[in-house]
């Protein structure tokens, strides 16, 4: 459906790039949370990392940020990396 009004077809173009950008820093936040996870070494601290890490993957996948599949990889990653140190 085409938009008629110029303010409509404005608006579209906003939300188009407002996605994005919150698209793009969802991601780095999610690369950051990833990142100081399997950094880490302290087990405490890396049960508190996991902990984190995952509410904001599921929060991603929910959102469609990230495919849900990706999201289990990345879960399994860091709760490998959970276990290497707590042996």
């Known amino acids: 459906m085409p938009l008629r009004h110029k303010s409509a077809q404005k608006r579209a173009r906003q939300t188009v790039t407002r ?6 820093k969802y991601k780095a936040l999610i690369k950051g949370a990833i990142k100081r996870t ?7 601290s890396v049960e508190e990392q996991v902990k984190k890490t995952t509410q904001i ?4 996948s929910v959102k469609g940020i990230i495919h849900k599949n990706k ?3 990345i879960k399994s990653k860091i709760s490998l990396h959970l276990n290497k140190i707590s042996k």
């Open 38 to 44: 399997l950094s880490d070494t302290d087990k405490k």
């Open 71 to 73: 999201v289990s990889r």
């Open 57 to 60: 993957l599921d929060r991603a």
């Open 19 to 24: 996605t994005e950008r919150n698209k793009k």
